[in-house]
């Protein structure tokens, strides 16, 4: 099974600033990486699939890079709904996976 | 505009049994692989199963396998999720979610989910 592991835990940080987010493969998932965000009481939003393209509905402040196995998820300007909880999901191998999480809270 | 709605969540003994549904609309069901995911109260998201268009293939995580099945029906845009031999480790929201290219791709529309609890 690949184990991806996000960090850090939690990001506090100040709307205007800049958020970078890390996940990191135990194994290749090549860019099969997706990134969700999820708000409480909300299912997962899908944000960035195969590791670099920004879904449908998206706003470009949101950005991926990575391949292999170290990817980033970055916000280049938090607004304040970016505020809430990041997954990063690998779909190379089964089972998919999913990061432990990266909470965004106001500083 | 895409929908997903999860119904069949409830309160479960231990050991019993429960039939999950999605019904699908907004988009041609036929021509998309789609799959289960959950979520125990306050934790991380966890993949649950999948199943692909022509229900020509399911998988299984290690922890439902044996226990759960996943079934659709093309006909009445819906998909369905068995589970049987209910344990607590199972209590969740569970979600029906869509693949964002037919039989691959990354989940791009989720359910609002259905809340299984399992508890004597």
């Known amino acids: 099974e690949i184990v991806l592991t996000q960090s850090p835990a939690t990001l506090s940080l100040s709307p205007g600033e800049r958020a970078t987010l890390s996940c990191r493969a135990s194994?290749?998932?090549?860019?099969?990486l997706a990134w969700f965000q999820q708000k409480p009481g909300q299912a997962p939003r899908l944000l960035i699939y195969e590791a670099s393209n920004r879904a449908t509905g998206i706003p470009a402040r949101f950005s991926g890079s990575g391949s292999g196995t170290d990817f980033t998820l970055t916000i280049s300007t938090l607004e304040p709904e970016d505020f809430a909880v990041y997954y990063c999901?690998?779909?190379?191998?089964?089972?998919?996976?999913f990061g432990g999480g990266t909470k965004v809270e106001i500083k | 505009e895409v929908q997903l709605v999860e119904s069949g969540g409830g309160l479960v003994k231990p050991g019993g049994s429960l039939r999950l549904s999605c019904a699908a609309s907004?988009?041609?069901?036929?021509?998309?692989?789609m799959d289960w995911v959950r979520q125990a109260l306050g934790q991380g998201l966890e993949w649950v199963s999948s199943?692909?268009?022509?229900?020509?293939?399911?998988t299984y995580a290690d922890a439902v396998k044996g226990r759960f099945t996943i079934s659709r029906d093309n006909a009445k845009n819906s998909l369905y999720l068995h589970m049987d031999g209910l344990r607590a480790e199972d209590t969740a929201v569970y979600y029906c979610a869509r693949r964002r290219t037919g039989d691959r791709g990354d989940f791009d529309y989720w359910g609002q989910g259905t809340l299984v609890s399992v508890s004597s």
């Open positions: 999901q690998q779909r190379s191998n089964w089972p998919l996976t």
């Open positions: 194994q290749s998932v090549s860019s099969y």
């Open positions: 907004g988009f041609t069901f036929s021509t998309y692989r």
């Open positions: 199943i692909t268009s022509s229900s020509s293939s399911t």
